[in-house]
């Protein structure tokens, strides 16, 4: 059989409360979120690595706050008080940005926008995937500031979630797989949300690749032999 041409088809991605999946790695921190009214100066830093949950999240608050999520990477080009002014904000991958620790400029706009949200009695959530003490802030009210922030971290996924993760993947892409396969793969899976994205991508593209359906004959040819 010929191999078939292998295209990037757009996925469906699903970021509303119904779709997100909550296990004991991410329950806290999904609690805390949800707490709005008790995170201390209104303000609440979201950790996690990539993958884990933190955009899903963050739509989720967005969703139902009416709040404007801004890239961290749009802080310069941002209207500062525009922003603040909507009173729920948040900012995501703020460590994402390698800028952000060698631009005052950058430095500045997350500066201003921390203190107008909070001044207006709104509430910000930034999220990164390390903590504060990480960001090598060069502003030293800025860094005190986020230092001074709570943090909420989604652990890494468990057994639960990685089987979710999966599912959700295979449906953001439209495609259906024997249900048998998702716990063949978590167990042979390396345990991290990143993982599974990239386990899902390859089993498509393999799939694509090789004219077939995703089956465990298929999924075999990207794990080592075993024992």
């Avoid at 994402?96 to 706009?109: C, D, Q």
């Avoid at 922030?149 to 892409?173: G, N, S, Y």
Wanted: charged share 20%; net charge negative.
């Amino acid at each position: 059989m010929s191999e078939q041409l292998i295209l990037d088809l757009p996925t469906r991605q699903v970021l509303g409360r119904d779709a997100f999946f909550v296990s004991p790695s991410n329950a806290v921190a999904l609690a805390t979120l949800d707490a709005v009214d008790t995170w201390p100066s209104g303000k609440l830093v979201l950790v996690g690595p990539s993958g884990a949950g933190k955009t899903h999240m963050a739509h989720v608050f967005a969703a139902e706050h009416n709040a404007e999520i801004l890239p961290a990477a749009d802080l310069t080009s941002a209207n500062i008080p525009e922003l603040a002014a909507r009173r729920f904000v948040v900012v995501e991958d703020v460590d994402g940005l390698p800028e952000l620790a060698n631009s005052r400029e950058a430095e500045n706009a997350l500066f201003h926008l921390h203190n107008l949200t909070l001044a207006e009695g709104g509430r910000l959530l930034i999220t990164a995937e390390t903590p504060p003490n990480h960001w090598s802030l060069t502003l030293p009210d800025l860094a005190s500031r986020m230092q001074g922030t709570t943090v909420t971290r989604i652990d890494p996924p468990d057994d639960m979630l990685l089987t979710a993760m999966l599912v959700k993947q295979f449906e953001d892409r439209q495609i259906k797989v024997p249900v048998a396969l998702i716990p063949w793969l978590v167990k042979r899976m390396e345990r991290s949300a990143a993982s599974a994205r990239d386990l899902v991508d390859a089993l498509d593209r393999e799939a694509l690749r090789a004219g077939k359906p995703i089956s465990r004959s298929l999924a075999q040819g990207l794990f080592p032999p075993e024992d």
